[in-house]
């Protein structure tokens, strides 16, 4: 499953770049994982296609049949399906934007998703991590797994699935607001994508905090005198997790969507600007905001012509981009000027 993981950058490239040619080049290695997932799964006995044996990073759980003792080896677990939903998505629009639609892996495919198991919600309303509801060893274990389909993945969002997204915030609140730096940041995002800021900025302050040279382990995140992040000897996932928790506060996108400001918390960083995100749909956004509300926001436009919906608190807006344009928004998300980028 580590190799699906990886796949999965391949079309989150190409959200971001809109690159036809290295989609084209890539895409066999999306259908060698595919493939490979397609003949894995195996018919469960509710009828659901499922992953057997499964494991959940590094966590376990307490299995029955043992008399209370951990196992970490069951079947169908949340990362697990979650991945592989991901995937089978991804191969789907990728075969759309290539013109290979009509293909046997295309059509076992579309006949496998909606046979996946679905994501469950456990008897204290968290999200099960596994395929029944077993009782966690560890509730304030470091790993999110289970979570997967919200952050890094794109499954699971606050328009489409509240129910699940309060389920994902009551699993964060359970696993605890502790662990290392890595931990914190994927914490961070995790709260970004619930458009949570006060949640997201408690992750910042727990990662910025100053660990001494002679504390050779961080558990509870921190950061040393030269900001790594505090592990044996460092770990550069929380630092470069940490920008891009960072930006999910500021930025989310889709290929048809754009969010200002999801996650800013407003009293705490009541001014400020950012400037040259990176949004899907090769957009370049900038974003100015005063007293906590926004100011004004430049997108720059690369490739190609497309429809977008702007969003803002409440207020959403559609617009028809135009490739090599800028276009500049007021708080009201009114296009108040456009201009040709070669110019």
């Given at each position: 499953m580590g190799g699906a993981w990886l796949c999965t950058h391949i079309w989150e490239h190409y959200q971001y770049s809109l690159d036809k040619v290295f989609l084209e080049n890539a895409y066999p290695l999306l259908e060698g994982c595919a493939l490979f997932l397609v003949d894995w799964l195996i018919e469960g006995p509710q009828g659901y296609l499922e992953t057997n044996p499964s494991t959940s990073p590094e966590h376990s759980f307490i299995a029955p049949a043992t008399g209370g003792h951990n196992a970490?080896?069951?079947?169908?677990?949340?990362?697990?399906?979650?991945?592989?939903?991901?995937?089978?998505?991804?191969?789907?629009?990728s075969a759309e934007v290539l013109g290979k639609y009509d293909t046997t892996l295309v059509q076992r495919i579309n006949q496998a998703l909606p046979r996946l198991p679905p994501i469950m919600i456990a008897k204290d309303c968290t999200i099960m991590e596994w395929a029944l509801d077993f009782e966690d060893p560890d509730v304030h274990h470091r790993h999110q797994s289970h979570l997967f389909g919200l952050y890094p993945g794109h499954?699971?969002?606050?328009?489409?699935?509240?129910?699940?997204?309060?389920a994902a915030a009551n699993s964060l609140h359970k696993r605890?607001?502790?662990?290392?730096?890595?931990?914190?940041?994927?914490?961070?995002?995790?709260?970004?994508?619930?458009?949570?800021?006060?949640n997201a900025y408690r992750m910042i302050l727990k990662l910025i905090n100053l660990v001494p040279p002679t504390e050779k382990f961080g558990l509870n995140g921190g950061l040393y005198t030269n900001l790594w992040t505090a592990h044996p000897p460092f770990q550069i996932d929380a630092n470069f997790g940490f920008t891009a928790a960072l930006a999910e506060m500021l930025l989310q996108s889709t290929l048809t969507d754009l969010y200002l400001l999801p996650a800013l918390p407003r009293n705490k960083w009541p001014r400020g600007c950012v400037k040259g995100l990176k949004a899907?749909?090769?957009?370049?956004?900038?974003?100015?905001?005063?007293?906590?509300?926004?100011?004004?926001?430049?997108?720059?436009?690369?490739?190609?012509?497309?429809?977008?919906?702007?969003?803002?608190?409440?207020?959403?807006?559609?617009?028809?981009?135009?490739?090599?344009?800028?276009?500049?928004?007021?708080?009201?998300?009114?296009?108040?000027?456009?201009?040709?980028?070669?110019?």
């Open positions: 970490s080896v069951s079947y169908s677990t949340t990362m697990d399906i979650s991945i592989i939903r991901e995937i089978f998505l991804a191969v789907i629009a499954t699971i969002t606050m328009e489409r699935n509240p129910d699940i997204c309060q605890g607001e502790d662990g290392p730096g890595w931990s914190l940041t994927w914490k961070m995002a995790l709260w970004a994508r619930l458009m949570d800021s006060k899907r749909r090769d957009v370049i956004v900038s974003i100015c905001w005063e007293e906590g509300e926004l100011q004004e926001a430049l997108l720059y436009s690369g490739r190609g012509d497309s429809d977008l919906k702007l969003h803002y608190g409440g207020q959403v807006t559609t617009f028809r981009v135009s490739g090599r344009h800028g276009y500049k928004f007021n708080g009201g998300l009114q296009c108040i000027e456009s201009w040709p980028l070669d110019k």
